[in-house]
């Protein structure tokens, strides 16, 4: 099983400030790494996808990059809609994996 | 406007058995690989299965195989979890999402609003 590390676990900033949330793979997983943003009693949503790309509607102030094993989400000048819990995801054939997330918030 | 709508919350006893559906519109569901993910509560995000477009090929992580079952009927747009000897830490929000796959990986890139399914005596 292909582990995710992410950190840190919590991080604490201000609206306007930049967002460096990292991901670390136990094992090399090419490009597929995604990236999910959560809120409180919602679906996760997917942000980036193999490890740059901006899924559909999703502001360009969000950036992935890396590959292989290692993968940073950057969200620039951060708004009050983006605290939330960020994940980022495997998708190594059919065995999937999560990272244990990175709770984003007010400082 | 894709839309994914699980079942209504489950009670179940442990040992017992319970059945998830998941409703699926605004896209063409028999064109789609179809996963079931679950999050225990104020916990992180775990795989639960996952099936492929025309039902022929089923995946599962260790911690439900031998107990839980994928199914689909593309003729309702319907993807299925028969889930078996259940216990109390199979707790959490289900949630079935979409899988747009390519040769080589399938993205995950829609989730329903998932279902509670709390396992207790």
């Known amino acids: 099983e292909i582990v995710l590390t992410q950190s840190p676990a919590t991080l604490s900033l201000s609206p306007g400030e930049r967002a460096t949330l990292s991901c670390r793979a136990s094992q090399f997983v090419a490009k597929y790494l995604d990236w999910y943003q959560q809120k409180p009693g919602q679906a996760p949503r997917l942000l980036i996808y193999?490890?740059?790309n901006r899924a559909t509607g999703i502001p360009a102030r969000f950036s992935g990059s890396g590959s292989g094993t290692d993968f940073t989400l950057t969200i620039d000048s951060l708004e009050p809609e983006d605290f939330a819990v960020y994940y980022c995801?495997?998708?190594?054939?059919?065995?999937?994996?999560f990272g244990q997330g990175t709770k984003l918030e007010i400082k | 406007e894709v839309q994914l709508v699980e079942s209504g919350e489950a009670l179940a006893q442990p040992g017992g058995s319970l059945r998830l559906s998941c409703a699926a519109s605004g896209f063409t569901f028999r064109s789609y690989a179809m996963h079931w993910f679950r999050q225990a509560p104020g916990k992180g995000l775990e795989y639960v299965s996952a099936?492929?477009?025309?039902?022929?090929?089923?995946y599962y992580p260790d911690s439900v195989k031998g107990r839980f079952t994928v199914s689909r009927d593309n003729s309702k747009n319907t993807l299925y979890l028969q889930m078996g000897s259940l216990r109390p830490e199979d707790t959490a929000v289900y949630f079935c999402?979409?899988?747009?796959?390519?040769?080589?990986?399938?993205?995950?890139?829609?989730w329903g609003q998932g279902t509670l399914v709390t396992v207790s005596s």
């Open positions: 099936i492929s477009y025309n039902g022929d090929s089923t």
């Open positions: 995801h495997q998708r190594n054939n059919w065995l999937y994996t």
């Open positions: 999402a979409r899988g747009d796959c390519s040769s080589t990986s399938c993205l995950v890139d829609f």
């Open positions: 193999d490890g740059s």
